[in-house]
C-alpha cells in the first residue's frame, strides 16, 4: 500500500547502455560491437556457441536494479528504453514484464544502430518532474556522460538523483551530479561474472571488477553478494520465462527476498540491526505478492525464525530487531 506522506520513486534504464557496458565490462572494450551480438538470436546458438555463451555470462539481472531502486520507496513508474526488435533486448521481456517496466520502443535512427535513448528518456524525465509534483527520488539506470544535464536539472527541481551504472563504463562527471551512485556490481544479489568456458578468450575485467558506490555526505563502501544470478535463457518468450518463475519453489523464493531486503536495509542504514517493520516493508515493496500467512507462518517472526541461515530474530524487546546472519555478511 503507498503512503501518501512516503518517497516515490521513479526509475529510467537505458535500457542498451546496460546491457552493452555490461557486456564490454565481462568480455573487453568494444567486444559487443565486434561480436555482434545485438543481432545475436536463439537460431545462431547453434553456429556461435561462443557468442550465445558470452552473452549468458554478461546476462543483466534486471531485478537486482529495480529491487535496489525500491529501497528508497514506493516505485510509482519504471521505464527502459531501447530497440525491443533485436535479439539480444527482446531476450529480456520475461525480467521485465513480470517487474511491471514500461517498455518503451526506440527504432535505430541510423546504421551504426544509435536510437536516441539519451533524449527520449531526459524529456520523458523532465515532463514527469513537473506532471508528478509529489516524486521525490529519480534514478537513473546508465553511465554516459549525456545525462549530466538530465541529473543537474532533477536535483534542481528538488529530486534526489540516484545513479546507477556499470564500472568502468560510468562518467566521473555523471557521478559528480548525482546524490548518489552506485556501480551495478555492488547491487545486493549480483554476484561476480562467470569466468570463461574453457577454450574461450579470458575476460578483460582487471579494472572492471571494482565494487563500489559514491555518495556526495558519505565515503564509498564496498558490499559483497551472495545470492547467486539467476539464469536467463534467450529461448524464452515472456510466458515462458512467467511460467517458470510461477513453478520455483515459494519458500526458496521468499528465502532470497529476505536476504536481499536484509542486505539493502544495512547498505541503507550502516546498521546491522533493522527493525522488523522495515525488512517487512521492503520486501513488500520488491514483491508485493509476499505473504507470510501464504507461506504457512502465523506471524512474520516465526517466518524469520526459520530461516536461522539467512537471518537472526532479537525479540527481547518491544523493538523486534533482525540483522543478516554474520556468516552471510562477512561475504
Known sequence: MNDPGGTRVAVYID????????????HGRNQ????????????????????ADKLRRATVDVGAIIDYASSFGTLVLTRAYADWSAPVNAGYRGQLVSRAVDLVQLFPAAAYAKNGADIR???DAVEDMFRLPDLTHVVIVAGDSDYIALAQRCRRLGRYVVGVGVAGSTSRSLAAACDELVTYDALPGISLPEPAAVGAAAPEQAASTARGRTRRTKRPAETAASDSKPDHDPDHDAD???????????????TRLLERALRLGQEKDD?????????????RR???????????????????????????????????LIRLNPDLSAR
Do not use: C
Not at 271 to 283: I, P
Open 15 to 26: 535500457f542498451d547502455n546496460i546491457v552493452i557496458s555490461r557486456y564490454d565490462q565481462v
Open 32 to 51: 559487443f560491437q565486434r561480436d555482434k551480438a545485438r543481432g545475436f538470436s536463439p537460431a545462431d546458438q547453434a553456429a556461435e556457441s561462443e557468442v
Open 121 to 123: 528518456l531526459a524529456v
Open 240 to 254: 515462458a520465462d512467467t511460467d517458470v518463475a510461477d513453478a520455483e519453489d515459494p519458500q526458496l523464493v521468499a
Open 271 to 283: 546498521d546491522d540491526w533493522l527493525h522488523s517493520s522495515a525488512v517487512k516493508s521492503q520486501m
Open 286 to 320: 520488491m514483491d508485493p505478492s509476499f505473504s507470510e500467512r501464504a507461506l504457512g507462518y502465523r506471524s512474520f517472526s516465526d517466518f524469520v525464525k526459520s530461516r536461522e541461515s539467512v537471518a537472526e530474530l532479537d525479540d527481547t524487546s518491544t523493538a523486534r
